[in-house]
C-alpha cells in the first residue's frame, strides 16, 4: 500500500498543476478585458486595416507563346494568391509594430515574392519568344485604406 501512494500523488499533483495552468489562462483573458484591450474601433465592431492593391500583370505581358501557357497561368494564379494571402496577413496583424510594420512585414516582402514571380513568367515567355523586359515594375504593391 505505501507503494500506491506515490502513483496517486502524481496524478494528484498533475490534476492540480492542470486546473491550476487552466484557472491562470482564464484569468490572464479577464485581465485583459479587464485592462481595455480591444481588438476593434471601440464600438463592437473591427477596425478595417483596408487592403493590397497590386497592379494587373496579365495585360502588360506580351502574346504568350503556347508551350508557356500553361507555366505563365500558374504563375499568374500564384500572384492572385501572394495577395489574398498578404490581405489575410493585414487583417490578423491590426494594431501590431510600429508606423512602418504594413510596410516592412507585409508589402515589402510581397513585393519581393512578386519579383520572384514575374521574374519567373519572364523566363517561361523567353524560352519559346521574345523575352519581354521589365515586368519587374509591376511588383510593387500599395494598401487602399
Not at 512585414?105 to 521574345?130: F, Q
Request: charged share 20%; hydrophobic share 40%; proline share 6%.
Amino acid at each position: 500500500m505505501s507503494r500506491a501512494l506515490p502513483k496517486y500523488h502524481k496524478r494528484r499533483v498533475a490534476i492540480i498543476g492542470g486546473a491550476a495552468a487552466v484557472a491562470l489562462s482564464g484569468a490572464v483573458i479577464a485581465g485583459s478585458a479587464l485592462a481595455g484591450e480591444t481588438s476593434g474601433s471601440g464600438d463592437g465592431t473591427a477596425a478595417s486595416p483596408g487592403t493590397i492593391s497590386c497592379p494587373a500583370v496579365q495585360g502588360s505581358l506580351p502574346e504568350i507563346p503556347a508551350s508557356a501557357q500553361a507555366e505563365v497561368t500558374s504563375n499568374l494564379a500564384q500572384l492572385d494568391t501572394q495577395i489574398a494571402e498578404a490581405d489575410k496577413r493585414l487583417v490578423d496583424t491590426v494594431g501590431q509594430g510600429g508606423p512602418n510594420f504594413v510596410q516592412n512585414a507585409i508589402l515589402g516582402p510581397l513585393e519581393d515574392k512578386r519579383v520572384a514571380v514575374l521574374n519567373r513568367i519572364e523566363t517561361a515567355i523567353g524560352r519559346a519568344a521574345e523575352k519581354p523586359e521589365g515586368l519587374e515594375a509591376l511588383a510593387p504593391c500599395e494598401l487602399n485604406q
